[in-house]
């Protein structure tokens, strides 16, 4: 079984920064994919960046040039750079891992933009 444990969430300030991990108990070469994803209350939850097995990278809209996804093979790990953060980036943030039949979940880290 796939486990994901995700860390590095807090509170910041508005303009401040913080960085995501996710920790995969496997080789991330064995996903098709890894994402993060976020979900603030009452909202749907919304993909915020991919990284493929080949090292692409793919952004929302509302995260691009702010955002940054990144992996260490090595560690199994993938991380979120998040720089010029807003109070509107408030959400609990959680690594996905997809395969062609299958998705894994972390528990979340929870990140609070305030002032």
């Known amino acids: 079984q796939v486990q994901l444990v995700e860390s590095g969430g807090g509170l910041v300030q508005p303009g401040g920064s913080l960085r995501l991990s996710c920790a995969a108990s496997?080789?991330?070469?064995?996903?098709?994919?890894m994402n993060w994803y976020r979900q603030a209350p009452g909202k749907q939850r919304e993909l915020v960046a991919t990284?493929?097995?080949?090292?692409?990278?793919n952004y929302a809209d509302f995260v691009r040039g702010r955002f940054t996804i990144s992996r260490i093979i090595a560690k199994n790990t993938v991380y979120l750079q998040m720089n010029s953060l807003k109070p509107e980036d408030t959400a609990m943030y959680y690594c996905n891992a997809r395969k062609t039949m299958s998705d894994y979940w972390g528990q979340g880290t929870q990140v609070t933009v305030s002032p």
């Open positions: 990284i493929t097995t080949g090292g692409s990278t």
């Open positions: 496997g080789s991330i070469f064995s996903f098709l994919a």
